[in-house]
C-alpha cells in the first residue's frame, strides 16, 4: 500500500459526486481512496487525451471513472465521472 500518493479531482467530477446520493457519493470516494492507497490499479480501459496522456478508465458500480497519474508529484488526476 502506497499512502504517499493523493487524488486531486477536477470541479465537473467534484460536482458529479457532490450531486449523487449518498449511497453513490461514499462508494466513488470509497473507490478515489482506494485508488490513493494503490494507483496501479489495473484499468478497465484506457485511452489517450488531447495531449497524448495515458488516461485509465474504471467501471465503479454504475460509474465510469476516468483519471491519470501524476508520478512527479505522487497524484491521481481525477478528470471524468459519468453514469454508464
Not at 22 to 42: C, E, I, T, V
Not at 67 to 80: M, N, S
Request: proline share 4%; hydrophobic share 45%.
Amino acid at each position: 500500500m502506497n499512502v504517499d500518493w493523493i487524488f486531486s479531482v477536477s470541479t465537473g467530477p467534484l460536482e458529479f459526486i457532490l450531486g449523487c446520493r449518498s449511497g453513490d457519493r461514499d462508494r466513488l470516494m470509497g473507490f478515489l481512496r482506494s485508488l490513493a492507497a494503490n494507483p496501479y490499479q489495473k484499468p478497465d480501459f484506457k485511452e489517450r487525451d488531447e495531449i497524448g496522456r495515458t488516461v485509465h478508465l474504471k467501471v465503479v458500480g454504475r460509474f465510469m471513472v476516468s483519471y491519470w497519474l501524476d508520478h512527479a508529484v505522487k497524484e491521481l488526476r481525477i478528470v471524468h465521472i459519468e453514469i454508464v
